[in-house]
């Protein structure tokens, strides 16, 4: 059934960034894949690449069919499929479900902006698939005893309500704060988990970059996950709740890239709006204003820093400009 309405700019942007998005995924699956040792780890991304390629296809059909430039994205070009593996012991397979986190975010505010079927179903389509795969993930890294649980607690056996704004109270010096709710404490263990694998992703990146300035770049942004870590740690480690094991993956010792460097930083800077959005929603949550306080200064670094990726980006020719509305000034004046 043809489409009576013309593609609306909310669509072309959203589609134009997960196009970016897919095709990015589609370069890491294919090393990944490559260097892989482990047949079920191979049949998951195998898998998932199939799907996601199908996808890609399909915005590349709506764009041509709308009289749209498709956009460059990420070639073959992007990815060096005879390097040497950089990362080990299930990596691949820790980031796979953090790109599906972040994809669960992105289809949910993708889905608000459609207004077409068409443009509806691809994106009912993709959820679907990161739903499955996200669980697949999951289900793997625990049975490979690679990804941590969060720490047990003892369960409620009545309701009860807040009397008072005490609880929202944490700056005081002397211990005499509430101990973590659920909530808080799941949003750290989450910053942990989250941060512990960027920094070993950025650490692989910093290792193989070239360019000095980004290679300057990948170790702040290496820096900036370890303050991370310790600043929920600490939180974790106050309110004496055991803090949970890092992954057991590791960065190898080759510094030879498996990735442009205009990947490599699209990625981080993807990453860097995934972290401050999942923090923000964090912050929102946590209702002990210490914690909260703590999370909203790491949300601004998060910030500076991911600004200062787009600014090296763009300096470097990295940044594919996002379709632009006319310019109406400029086209009345010349």
């Known amino acids: 059934m043809e489409n009576k309405n013309p593609i609306s700019a909310s669509e072309v942007g959203t589609l134009w960034l997960t196009y970016q998005e897919k095709t990015m995924i589609l370069r890491i699956l294919e090393y990944f894949m490559a260097k892989s040792d482990d047949q079920e780890a191979r049949n998951l991304m195998g898998g998932l690449w199939q799907e996601l390629h199908f996808f890609v296809i399909e915005i590349e059909s709506l764009f041509e069919k709308e009289g749209m430039v498709i956009p460059i994205g990420f070639r073959n070009e992007d990815v060096n499929l005879e390097a040497p593996k950089l990362y080990d ?117 910093a290792q193989c970059a070239e360019n000095k300035k980004v290679k300057k770049y990948f170790v702040k ?44 930083m699209y990625c981080i800077c993807l990453l860097n709006g995934f972290g401050l959005v999942g923090g923000s929603f964090g912050a929102m949550f946590c209702l002990r204003n210490d914690i909260t306080m703590k999370m909203s200064l790491l949300a601004k670094d998060v910030y500076l820093y991911g600004h200062e990726g787009l600014e090296l980006m763009m300096n470097n020719g990295w940044f594919e400009e996002p379709p632009q509305m006319e310019d109406r000034p400029r086209i009345i004046n010349s």
């Not at 009912?124 to 690679?146: P, R, S």
């Not at 890092?246 to 990735?259: D, E, M, Q, R």
């Open 89 to 205: 012991n299930g990596f691949d397979i820790m980031f796979l479900r953090i790109l599906k986190e972040v994809s669960m975010g992105l289809y949910s505010i993708n889905m608000n902006m459609a207004y077409r079927k068409d443009v509806m179903g691809i994106y009912e389509g993709l959820t679907t698939v990161t739903d499955k795969i996200y669980k697949l993930a999951t289900v793997y890294l625990l049975n490979k005893g690679i990804l941590t649980l969060p720490p047990n607690m003892t369960l409620p056996k009545t309701t009860q309500f807040v009397k008072n704004d005490k609880y929202l109270k944490g700056f005081k010096p002397f211990g005499d704060k509430r101990s973590l709710n659920a909530i808080e404490l799941g949003i750290i263990h989450h910053g942990i988990e989250t941060n512990n694998i960027g920094m070993q992703l950025i650490t692989g990146f």
């Open 221 to 264: 942004g290496l820096e900036l996950a370890k303050k991370q870590i310790q600043t929920y740690e600490e939180i974790l480690l106050e309110a004496n709740v055991h803090v949970s094991a890092t992954s057991g993956s590791i960065v190898t010792t080759s510094k030879v890239a498996p990735f442009s460097e205009k990947l490599m």
